[in-house]
């Protein structure tokens, strides 16, 4: 693929988008410091590449049961239709065309059902947030159990919303008659905060895997405590994320939590019996980084994922499904790359001896 | 409430007050080391949110005895009547508004009793100095108990005057006519450094809470040592304070005090025999410094509190009584934000293991 | 020798060189964090001077059995005829002015007997690559041997070319008719990618060996335990290197791996009995560099040198030969002059305790 | 005294001074890092300050059994009639009116005996470098013992010049006419390197002090086994000092070099029985430094100083003796508040526990 230039990218999109739209997209919560740090926190690890292997990287993997071409997989956003008039349509196609996994988030604006008939032969997830009442939640679960998804992705780090300051300074509002596609009508231009309830318990991750009949990803863990407690109540897999930055502010960043989270769950089985698998998300913006992740979450026994949140909403805005596409096909790119040079064959073969923090780091 | 921006709200203040005012509220000791470190120290810690705790944070808690709505409360800050006609009788009322705890200084522009009748359904502290005579202070501490104040603070980071730089280069001096209330007649003008004697010792602690008939609060304690030896010597609680970076430049930040006082403390009983509360104050700019800074207290047995400088001294700037309590209001919504966030119920839910130090911080 | 100037001397070669030219020289992989954090990593070292011994230092050493008067020696770096139309040639003889090792890059545009025939009598080494088939590189090894190079330097961290953000962004091709002196004919302008294959393992150490009848350097090493794969395949000395920030970015810094690659080597032998030998390279830019890099590889019991490759580019584009000499000849000066004032006797003398790591810097 | 402002002083001294003046006092070695660092480095440590202690500091101390009003001393430094038509005799006349140490330099633009006379009553030290022959130079150690001075300082770190930048680049030579009154005529406009020569050893330590009759300090130690060499072969103090940043760059600082050295020495005796002195300087400029450094050096059991360069450099190039007087009383006045404030009586009350190392520091 050619040369993907993120940050010009980016440039592109914010031309493209409503400066608003584009700063609920970029912005984070509070002083925005996890937000800007989240990418930083990365760098702050660096690779310690084998030398002298004879081998060239193969991405292919499988998360869950589902094979998929690479770990990179696109992390569950909101509105996509602000971003693209095909919304999430676009970018699930955009995913299915390179092989990647694409988690669909509740506050879309197609209905789960769409989303998964857009491309029906990849994999895919539904992520789901507690909408309204419990009830109508309960029905967002079982209609993503039928509808196909491989999974269920329970967002959990979102008990109330983040305070987002360029949101809140500008009194962010969604434009009107953007579809809220899987909330009970008619209310179809709600708060931005009315996926937020603080109700759910650990109870709630056994109660929607039986709901859904599918096994059950905890999104927005960032303790070992946490991580584990969320396997014995139920989850298949835990999700280490800040949310984009987007939650807490000044919280810990995902690259110095993964290590404590897959340590915690080295010992824990999945209610099928096998491997717990660790994903995280956050601030992965070069192949480089996503291969630290890979390597800093070596230590789970289960597959390993890297989700990208940000970087395919400017695919998306600028090139629609091609723009999913290609931001997921240069990043996996420079992934394969970056571990043919480390002599890495693959992401199982990304070991936590391939990384060392950078204590010296004077400045 | 509404968004609360304290960088705008400095500006603000900024802009209303002279230009020697504002530099003598804002200012520091020597380089302003320590004046710009203070908030920045808070943040080379991060958050370690729980999850799935389906819980919103409840900010009541009680200080000394007196309950309150928030364990944000307003420190002593001199001379409040070169920000607002009003003085210490605003910010008294304002703090009222919210259920905050004010700490009244002994250099303020109305006399202990004004300030206690002002607001006198809600709990007051009074703040001593070393004023003029022994006898004279003696009897501020007399005047206090009969008043109705709570506690007395004993200020003992101030056994002579910080070396001020934006004073010292303008040589400032209080305005003609500005209200001693609290010195003895006529000396109604007197340089800054009147408040300050290096006389006191451990032996006084005991002393004042006697002559008050109240529970002494230690204020600038910044060692486990000192801290020891002040509730040894009397003190139901200390206050770990850097006295907002206006005394010793080059001094270690609350931010990093805190941990070792109140392990210090730990197995220590004030005089009534219930826990040492520990309280703290110095750069808190944000609810989830405040968060951080419950958090860092938590081994402390007895109950913890945040206090708030030139946020306060901005807001009466600004818009008097209203202007306070809409800072206290603010951040406080704000630490109730961020404690539900990461699934604390209350302050007394901050534990320790909430925050881990930021050892990665590349910049 | 005049003062040195490294920055003005990079300035006026940006000056002389075609702009695509320069960024080809002077830029890295990807972010190019690397590439800047090179020789920033020297500088999270500081050094522990020795005093009242009476001594004035001597660079004199001997490395892989041939005397050279300075361990500073020239880094591989291809393409030196895009820097002046004596290339490689000149690059020879401005070292051997000086008594300076040169490593000779397969990648030149003068054939391996012509450089070799340059400075007959200063001793050089040769840098393979797989070069398109590996009968020919085979051949090239054998070659070298003949042509009485004392060292083949395998360089190992190419197995795919770097990603360097300059050249993609402007799709940077080596200008026409520029000659592959050692590239099968007529294949003379082949992509900047050619020599990269990622088919060499451990095996090739010992094969080379044999085929060229020379000891093998490997180039490239970055962890402790493929140095002592290297030697236990057959190398004689390992040099630790990030190609100069152009292949891995967020690679471990030459400055901190060496630390560990002469620790464990330090048991280790050679295959004719003799120590080990360790070199470096990567961000080397004044005297007190190169003497934190030989104190870093006191570990090792056999010789040290310290490479040099950019500074050398400078020195070419802006002064042909001399240029090379003068800028060998000033660092050479320099690093004297600083283990004068380190009361160093010579590179054997520079033992570890002469550095600490600077945890404190602040920034 | 009114307050001090260093940073102003500087830049009129910058004004007073020819720029090529100005950059031979304020300049460093190479890359001026270890120059810019020096300060930085006393900010690497934070105060811990003591509460309660009803005491004000009194900075009176005994160093080398001669009594001065100040622990702050004049570091010596060369050609002082560059800055003042006076020279030495106007710095000897300021730091006598203060009651501070002056320490002259071999460097001097007045004889030994001249700067001795000038202030007769008042403690001073004399500072050898190698001069020309050892026999002269062994000859001024002779004359300074004849002339009173209570020390004598033996300056190691000098084996070469250092290679200062600044004065590199544009060629420094000392000002034509400049009376070199310490060298052997007719030799009165020797280059700067004049005084270089790497041929002392520790032996030389015991033979000056014999020769002198004076008790020696070693100035220019940096780590513990040289410290207690020194002190083994006779010297009576040593002197932690990096030569203000002009000799080794990227040399580690005085502020974490001092702690190894009082550790090292904390066992040994002076030739006299007495205990080991500590002296440090280097980039300290506030009072809050000076007092960092007596707490680093409170494990020697013997008397601590910290001495001034720049600072001093500055006061007498701005203001003759009243500007030396000025600058010494100035910070000592800063030294003696940051003390009171920290509930420490005087320099042998600055124990260890006063400073903890500001390991949080993010930036
Ligand atoms: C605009 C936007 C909307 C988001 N909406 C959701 C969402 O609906 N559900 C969810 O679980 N996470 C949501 N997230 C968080 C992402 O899933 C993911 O955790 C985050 O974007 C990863 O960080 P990155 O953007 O730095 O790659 C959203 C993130 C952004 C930027
Ligand atoms: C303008 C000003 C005046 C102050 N006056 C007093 C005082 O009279 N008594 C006292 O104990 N502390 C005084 N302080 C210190 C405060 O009580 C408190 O420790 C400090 O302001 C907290 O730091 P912050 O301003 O960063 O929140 C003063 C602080 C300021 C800014
Ligand atoms: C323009 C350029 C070309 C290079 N070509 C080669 C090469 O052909 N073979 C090789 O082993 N290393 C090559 N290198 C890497 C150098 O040998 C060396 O590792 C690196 O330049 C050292 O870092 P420095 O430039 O910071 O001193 C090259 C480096 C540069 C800058
Ligand atoms: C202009 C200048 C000249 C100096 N000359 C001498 C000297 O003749 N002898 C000596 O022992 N140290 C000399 N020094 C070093 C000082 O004694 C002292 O170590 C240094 O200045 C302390 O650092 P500071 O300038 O940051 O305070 C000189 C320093 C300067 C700045």
Do not use: I
Not at 38 to 54: E, T
Not at 115 to 135: C, D, K
Request: glycine fraction near 10%; charged fraction near 20%; include cysteine.
């Amino acid at each position: 693929p050619p040369y993907l230039d993120l940050d010009r990218l980016e440039a592109r999109a914010r031309e493209t988008l409503e400066a608003s739209v584009y700063d609920y997209y970029a912005g984070g919560a509070e002083s925005e410091t996890s937000l800007t740090e989240a990418p930083q926190a990365w760098r702050s690890w660096r690779l310690r590449p084998r030398v002298l292997r004879g081998t060239t990287a193969d991405l292919a993997t499988t998360l869950l049961g589902s094979p998929v071409a690479t770990p990179l997989g696109v992390a569950p956003w909101a509105y996509q239709g602000m971003a693209h008039p095909d919304g999430e349509l676009a970018t699930r196609r955009g995913a299915a065309e390179v092989g990647a996994l694409m988690t669909v988030s509740t506050s879309a604006n197609h209905t789960v059902e769409e989303v998964a008939a857009a491309a029906p032969a990849s994999p895919a997830w539904f992520q789901l947030y507690r909408q309204h009442s419990p009830e109508h939640t309960a029905d967002l679960a079982r209609r993503a159990g039928d509808a196909g998804y491989r999974a269920l992705v329970l967002t959990v780090d979102l008990p109330v919303l983040g305070r987002r300051r360029r949101d809140l300074r500008r009194d962010f509002a969604l434009p009107a008659g953007l579809r809220m596609a899987n909330h009970p009508a008619p209310d179809d231009r709600p708060p931005l905060s009315a996926n937020a309830h603080p109700s759910w318990t650990f109870d709630d991750v056994g109660r929607y895997a039986e709901l859904s009949g599918l096994p059950v990803v905890v999104k927005g863990v960032l303790r070992g405590d946490d991580a584990v407690a969320c396997v014995r109540a139920g989850a298949s897999a835990v999700w280490v994320s800040t949310h984009g930055g987007r939650q807490v502010d000044l919280v810990v960043p995902s690259a110095h939590a993964l290590p404590e989270v897959v340590d915690a769950v080295r010992g824990e089985t999945a209610p099928d019996g096998s491997d717990v698998e660790v994903y995280v998300d956050g601030g992965v913006r070069a192949g480089s980084d996503a291969l630290v992740a890979l390597a800093l979450g070596a230590r789970a026994l289960g597959a390993r994922a890297v989700f990208l949140g940000r970087p395919v909403v400017w695919g998306l805005a600028t090139g629609g499904a091609d723009g999913v596409a290609g931001v997921l096909a240069g990043l996996s790119a420079e992934l394969a790359h970056a571990m043919t040079l480390c002599g890495v064959a693959g992401p199982a073969d990304a070991t936590q001896d391939l990384v060392v923090r950078a204590g010296w780091l004077p400045r």
